[in-house]
């Protein structure tokens, strides 16, 4: 508790002090690498939550949250830093130090002519019908390199060797203005997040009872765990600005039941923060954050039960398409298994597909 007033303490004074700015200064368009601009273990020390004008009023409410934390688990657990152990009271003051770093990065914005390139690795398992994955069993291992125009226009991928381009198409949006048009207050992102939650929850109500008692039914996530999955994509998919990425972070501290596990290791073995956000009825989805930038480096999705996939297809029915579980008995999945995992491993701006930074 005396840790959390004097961090209040600290935002006031340094909200009043003169030239208490953090603008970073702008960057190259291909410098998005880096998390330049941290603060400093002395600053993390001064301040638990850096402090910025614009964003004392929402620091001091995750204060007082976090200090409710503490006086109910009567306990403080650790975020490991540069240099030591920094004691964090609850996953919303995590969160909005996470979203102070991801402002204090480096960050120069893509031309619309401009390509984001990627470096991803995934993790899956080529189970067929019949198969056991349990915990033991080896998973595949996948790289993918790609270039996507900053407008939302092109894609490029390697495919053996050669540069194939196609149009990106989707229905989600994929060009950098949109994305860099998205709220910077948390509260709106998350509405306009939970709006397109609310319109799949009307699919997703008609795919239970179309399947209820069918052991094959889809099981498709819904309500928070869906919005918070809309949130984690945005970072893992996309070029994202500092104040939107920073947005996100504080998007997904307002969601109720939100945790994070200081002493996760990513699909690399390396310490990480696991942010989640409760689960399916079998499977929990987690993104991993680096421990001492906060930056973005992947996801997992985890059996908590034993539980039966089926290979489904779509079939039409009235003008509307909907999932059918196959006839086959699918493969098993038990408590414990990693059912996949990705790590994305590089991100850049360039100038032309088929370009490396």
């Not at 306990?75 to 004691?87: E, K």
């Not at 048009?181 to 239970?208: K, M, N």
């Not at 969601?255 to 929990?284: F, I, K």
């Amino acid at each position: 508790m005396a840790l959390l007033e004097r961090a209040s303490g600290c935002l006031a004074a340094s909200a009043s002090a003169p030239g208490s700015t953090s603008a970073s200064a702008p960057a190259s368009p291909g410098d998005v690498r880096g998390p330049a601009g941290l603060p400093s273990r002395a600053a993390v020390d001064r301040c638990l939550i850096p402090a910025r004008v614009g964003r004392r009023r929402w620091a001091a409410r995750a204060l007082a949250v976090a200090a409710v934390a503490v006086v109910a688990t009567a306990g403080l657990t650790a975020v490991q830093l540069r240099d030591g152990p920094i004691p964090a009271a609850h996953a919303q003051v995590v969160l909005a130090r996470a979203a102070d770093a991801a402002q204090a990065r480096s960050f120069g914005e893509p031309r619309p002519d401009q390509w984001i390139y990627t470096e991803t690795r995934t993790w899956f398992h080529k189970a067929r019908d019949g198969d056991t994955v349990t915990a033991r069993t080896p998973l595949e291992s996948e790289a993918e390199t790609a270039w996507r125009r900053a407008d939302g226009e092109l894609v490029a991928r390697e495919r053996d060797g050669k540069l194939e381009i196609h149009n990106l198409g989707g229905n989600t949006p994929k060009d950098y203005a949109t994305i860099a048009a998205l709220p910077t207050d948390p509260e709106a992102l998350l509405a306009l997040f939970r709006e397109s939650t609310a319109r799949r929850e009307a699919v997703v109500e008609r795919i239970r009872e179309r399947f209820a008692g069918n052991e094959a039914a889809p099981d498709p996530v819904s309500g928070d765990v869906f919005t918070f999955g809309l949130l984690s994509t945005l970072l893992s998919d996309n070029l994202v600005p500092p104040e939107v990425e920073a947005t996100v972070f504080r998007a997904m501290a307002l969601l109720p039941g939100v945790t994070v596990n200081e002493a996760a290791t990513d699909p690399e073995e390396r310490p990480a923060l696991a942010v989640s956000l409760g689960a399916r009825e079998w499977l929990r989805s987690e993104l991993f954050l680096d421990p001492e930038t906060f930056a973005y480096r992947g996801t997992r999705e985890t059996a908590v039960r034993d539980h039966t996939l089926h290979d489904g297809f779509f079939v039409r029915r009235g003008g509307e398409s909907a999932p059918s579980p196959s006839p086959t008995g699918g493969w098993v999945i038990e408590a414990g298994a990693v059912y996949r995992q990705s790590i994305r491993t590089a991100i850049a701006v360039v100038d032309e597909p088929g370009q490396r930074p």
